[in-house]
C-alpha cells in the first residue's frame, strides 16, 4: 500500500507562484513513476507532469510546459511541483499519483495510488 499526501496549495494571484509537494510513504521502492493531475470545476481529471522515480525522466503537459518543474527527491520519498507564472485556468484540485508499473505517464488509469488533492486558485 502507498500513502501519498499533497501540501503547498493556496490562493495566488496571476503570474505568482506555488510549490506543491507530496510526500509518500509505504511500498514507495515499487513505484516506477509519480504523477501529477488535475481537475477544475465541471471538467475531466487531465495530467499535468509526471516524472520516473529512477533517472528522473520527466514528460509535461502542453499547458504548462516551461512554466511548472516537477522533481523528486528519493531519499525524502517526496514529489514535488514548482508551479510558475501562473495563470486563472491553472485553478484546479491537484492530486498526486503512484504508478508501480509506468514510468512518466500522462494517463491517469496507469497510475495506483492517488492523494487527496490539494486545491489552487489563481485569481485574475
Known amino acids: 500500500q502507498v500513502q501519498l499526501v499533497e501540501s503547498g496549495g493556496g490562493l495566488v494571484q496571476a503570474g505568482g507562484s506555488l510549490r506543491l509537494s507530496c510526500a509518500a510513504s509505504g511500498r514507495t521502492f515499487s513505484s516506477n513513476g509519480m504523477g501529477w493531475f488535475r481537475q477544475a470545476p465541471g471538467k475531466e481529471r487531465e495530467f499535468v507532469a509526471a516524472?520516473?522515480?529512477?533517472?528522473?525522466?520527466?514528460y509535461y503537459a502542453d499547458s504548462v510546459k516551461g512554466r511548472f518543474t516537477i522533481s523528486r527527491d528519493v531519499a525524502k520519498k517526496t514529489v514535488s511541483l514548482q508551479m510558475n507564472s501562473l495563470k486563472p485556468e491553472d485553478t484546479a484540485v491537484y492530486y498526486c499519483a503512484a504508478s508501480l508499473y509506468y514510468t512518466s505517464s500522462s494517463i491517469g488509469g496507469q497510475y495506483d495510488y492517488w492523494g487527496q488533492g490539494t486545491q489552487v486558485t489563481v485569481s485574475s
Open positions: 516524472i520516473s522515480w529512477t533517472g528522473g525522466k520527466t
